[in-house]
């Protein structure tokens, strides 16, 4: 089989399976056009040789505890000065969506009134 991977249509590839599972079992080389792989340079268009890959062993990590001993503990009026910054945080960020609000809604009703005065003027 001497034509690439790339130029292969949909009828081809069904009928010739076994050949191109044969040719990318164990690719070495993949194709910086299509991205496909095979172990054979000459299937390919634009071939490049993969890496070799270097096993490393995997580690597993221990799940964390929740509570870490060594974190320092809050004080409770600490706590409240933090929900009251959040609180702050959202009080703000809604009064300045009113404010944009107010904006467009006053500008909409000065070109209603514009448009009430040419009517009645």
């Avoid at 010739?16 to 095979?38: D, K, N």
């Avoid at 004080?75 to 300045?96: E, G, S």
Wanted: glycine share 2%.
């Amino acid at each position: 089989m001497s034509k690439r991977l790339c130029k292969f249509d949909r009828r081809e590839i069904r009928h010739t399976l076994g050949e191109i599972h044969h040719l990318v079992s164990a690719p070495q080389f993949v194709c910086l056009s299509c991205a496909r792989s095979a172990n054979q340079r000459f299937h390919l268009c634009k071939p490049v040789a993969l890496p070799t890959p270097t096993h490393q062993p995997i580690t597993v990590e221990q799940p964390r505890p929740l509570l870490n001993v060594a974190m320092p503990l809050w004080d409770k009026k600490v706590l409240k000065q933090f929900k009251k910054q959040l609180k702050d945080k959202k009080a703000r960020k809604q009064i300045k969506k009113l404010i944009r609000q107010h904006k467009k809604l006053r500008k909409e009703s000065g070109k209603v009134q514009k448009k009430l005065e040419k009517i009645a003027g």
